[in-house]
């Protein structure tokens, strides 16, 4: 695929790593560590296999290796102690660094190994919580930084989306807590729903019904829900929409629509920040995140 990453700058090592582009640089001039091509006025840049073995040297580093004696083994030897080493006590730092390549080389295969190996110590649950969120706050940071394309982060979001979909349909759908319905949604624009997601499936494991709508979703659709007799919570998750400057509007339409009913509306993420402080119908609350939520639910 031509968006495969072929070539990453120190700038990218430093962003993927956590560690500085100046530390780098010492280990490869003291401990010739990594072997950079270099343009004609001298810029470093570096394969994926670099890459692949700077994230090993960094788990062994963190792991009490010192890299004095991880500059002595080969790259064999660095593989194989970075595996061991997460197998024992240090299999979430790995997995990231197995997704981070998966992503960045667009490797499915790579993915759902990483993923099953996991299985064999964690829950799904434990997964999520362990390594998918820091993984995804990971991605965060890259977005930022220009280190990842669109791509990049789409092909890895929808592989997450399908672990959270498929041990959904897993749960035995046998609703016990009946006195009310979860109505989950995105706001309109708004596509990342991975969070959104993950909240619907705990939703579902603790007994609850719950519909879940997705992304983009007008709020003038939300009265229809009214009409089922039945209680209802809405629960919206916010990244990127609505911008800063329409939020304050969309929670008054929101205050709006729910009016004198019995129904409740909670948000969730980090725009949220933005509006707490303003004054709304009790019945519209904010969670920090999904874990806040959780709490009360």
Not at 52 to 73: C, D, E, G, P
Not at 220 to 249: A, H, M, Q, W
Request: hydrophobic residues 40%; proline residues 2%.
């Amino acid at each position: 695929m031509n968006n495969i990453k072929k070539e990453f700058t120190i700038k990218d090592l430093e962003n993927i790593s956590g560690i500085k582009a100046h530390t780098i640089r010492i280990w490869e001039k003291r401990y010739n560590l990594l072997e950079p091509n270099r343009s004609e006025t001298n810029i470093r840049s570096y394969n994926p296999e670099s890459l692949q073995k700077l994230l090993n040297i960094v788990l062994l580093n963190k792991n009490n290796f010192k890299v004095s004696k991880i500059a002595k083994m080969s790259n064999e030897e660095i593989i194989v102690q970075a595996r061991e080493l997460a197998f024992q006590n240090a299999i979430e730092d790995e997995a990231i660094n197995s997704f981070k390549i998966a992503m960045f080389q667009f490797d499915k295969i790579l993915f759902n190994n990483t993923y099953n190996k996991l299985l064999h110590k964690k829950t799904f649950r434990e997964i999520f919580k362990d390594v998918f969120i820091p993984f995804l706050e990971h991605i965060g940071l890259l977005w930022q930084t220009d280190t990842l394309l669109a791509a990049h982060e789409h092909f890895i979001s929808n592989l997450i989306a399908q672990k959270i979909q498929s041990n959904t349909e897993k749960l035995q759908y046998s609703i016990s807590n009946t006195d009310k319905s979860y109505v989950l949604f995105l706001p309109e624009n708004e596509i990342h729903e991975l969070g959104l997601m993950y909240l619907n499936y705990e939703l579902v494991l603790r007994g609850h019904h719950t519909i879940y709508l997705g992304q983009s979703l007008p709020l003038s659709n939300l009265d229809y829900f009214f009409n089922g007799g039945r209680k209802i919570c809405f629960i919206t998750s916010l990244t990127v929409r609505p911008y800063d400057e329409e939020i304050e509007e969309y929670f008054r339409e929101i205050d709006t629509i729910l009016g004198d009913t019995d129904h409740h509306f909670y948000a969730i993420g980090r725009k949220i920040d933005r509006i707490q402080h303003l004054e709304f119908n009790s019945k519209i609350s904010f969670y920090r995140g999904v874990p806040d939520l959780l709490k009360v639910l």
